[in-house]
């Protein structure tokens, strides 16, 4: 039973892969909502440094901003006698999470502009100020409905993590390959490395739902 002694090294890498991926999700949503709110700010340089971030990391490849990040970015920055070297990790994780949360700020701007304008409205008679109305009545009702497509990117965040093996990080792509050119057993390791990835999705499915329903019931409680 050779592939029992797979199971060790891709344990390691599959280890590193969810560390990565929750470390670049909770990173891509605090860019989510930070650039998601300001594209919808009152200030135009806000605005528009928002959407230009939204449109630049949606509209290129992840590949492609890994590498940059990975390899360009220190070069421009000897350019200018700065360094801007990053070890794999955190390149890894700022790769994913500048691209991730690209995608959630779509999700949170379309979100917000769904409630309601008498919502605003009510709140300005309130004599509430703008970010008042923002954290007390726009995301708590903005926020349930960000969480089915956040558990969507959530996923695929997962599965994109396996580009980072193609900088040198021992996640469990990168453990894989390096078994299957040991070994040359192709069919058993990416079986084995099939099924890790399935299993972590699943977990991160049923955690994502369970935050789901948590977040719904606070909005019905008004909690």
């Known amino acids: 039973m050779?592939?029992?002694?797979?199971?060790?090294?891709?344990?390691e890498g599959a280890l590193?892969?969810?560390?990565?991926?929750?470390?670049?999700?909770?990173?891509?949503?605090?860019?989510?909502?930070?650039?998601?709110?300001?594209?919808?700010?009152?200030?135009?340089a806000i605005r528009w440094l928002s959407v230009s971030y939204i449109e630049i990391f949606r509209g290129t490849s992840l590949l492609v901003q890994l590498f940059w990040l990975y390899f360009a970015l220190p070069l421009a920055g000897e350019a200018v006698g700065i360094d801007l070297r990053f070890d794999p990790v955190t390149v890894g994780i700022l790769a994913l999470a500048l691209n991730i949360g690209a995608y959630?700020?779509?999700?949170?701007?379309?979100?917000?502009?769904?409630?309601?304008?008498?919502?605003?409205?009510?709140?300005?008679?309130?004599?509430?100020?703008?970010?008042?109305?923002?954290?007390?009545?726009a995301l708590p009702q903005a926020i349930p409905e960000m969480m089915p497509t956040f558990g969507n990117l959530a996923i695929q965040n997962l599965k994109d993590t396996a580009l980072v093996s193609l900088i040198s990080l021992a996640d469990l792509a990168f453990r894989a390959e390096q078994i299957r050119n040991f070994t040359q057993d192709s069919v058993t390791v990416y079986s084995l490395v099939l099924l890790m990835y399935f299993g972590m999705a699943l977990v991160l499915s049923g955690f994502m739902k369970l935050l789901e329903r948590s977040v719904g019931r606070w909005r019905r409680t008004g909690a």
């Open 16 to 44: 590193v892969t969810a560390q990565i991926a929750v470390a670049s999700m909770l990173l891509g949503a605090a860019f989510a909502f930070i650039f998601g709110i300001g594209k919808l700010s009152r200030v135009r």
């Open 104 to 137: 959630g700020a779509e999700v949170v701007r379309g979100a917000l502009q769904a409630v309601h304008g008498d919502q605003f409205e009510a709140a300005r008679a309130l004599n509430f100020t703008d970010r008042q109305a923002m954290w007390r009545i």
């Open 2 to 11: 050779e592939w029992l002694a797979y199971l060790g090294p891709l344990s």
